[in-house]
């Protein structure tokens, strides 16, 4: 009897470091699903931030094209 007692306590202690170890786990997997989610966030800023120097990048293309063309009407009228 004192052998299944005491085996009884082995099992009793094991149970108690495995639910131990479940919750670290689930709290490495919380950590991890943050960063995630933060990653996720930080690319979609990236993308919308590519996506709006893009725009600016074809304004600023298009206001060049056309100070060009003022000046080269400027340099025809006094030439």
């Given at each position: ?53 893009l725009q600016s990048?074809k304004s600023v ?19």
């Open positions: 009897l004192d052998g299944i007692g005491q085996r009884v306590n082995e099992i009793t202690d094991m149970n108690a470091q495995i639910a131990t170890a479940v919750e670290q786990q689930g709290a490495v997997s919380e950590d991890i699903n943050r960063s995630i989610n933060n990653i996720r966030d930080a690319a979609d800023t990236n993308v919308q931030t590519g996506q709006n120097n990048a293309a298009q206001l060049t094209s056309a100070l060009s063309e003022l000046a080269k009407q400027f340099w025809e009228k006094r030439g």
